[in-house]
């Protein structure tokens, strides 16, 4: 079973950015696509962007074009989520998920507050 761990999340001010990291322990982890979603508060659980294997081909939701980038590393297993010039309106519960496997992390937080 594929186990994802997210990291990078906290507590950052307005305007600022934060690098989320996602480490999985696939051994096969460039053959699989990979996702970040987000969760704000009281809220269901949205897709944020994909990143595809092979290509890396990626893919973004309207809200996450300007401010959003998805890479990811496949040396080191791990998919990324920049977000840059935070919002308040950004903080939620960030996850990674594995897109073949089906197999989401436990979550990381970001609080976007001054």
């Known amino acids: 079973q594929v186990q994802l761990v997210e990291s990078g999340g906290g507590l950052v001010q307005p305007g600022g950015s934060l690098r989320l990291s996602c480490a999985s322990s696939a051994t096969d982890f460039s053959s699989y696509s990979m996702g970040w979603y987000r969760q704000l508060p009281g809220k269901q659980r949205d897709l944020v962007a994909k990143i595809y294997n092979r290509d890396g081909h990626t893919m973004y939701e309207d809200f996450a074009k300007d401010r959003f980038i998805i890479s990811r590393d496949d040396a080191k297993k791990m998919p990324y989520l920049q977000i840059n010039n935070l919002k308040p309106e950004d903080t939620a519960v960030y996850y990674c998920?594995?897109?073949?496997?089906?197999?989401w992390g436990q979550g990381t937080q970001v609080t976007v507050s001054s």
């Open positions: 998920r594995d897109l073949t496997n089906s197999v």
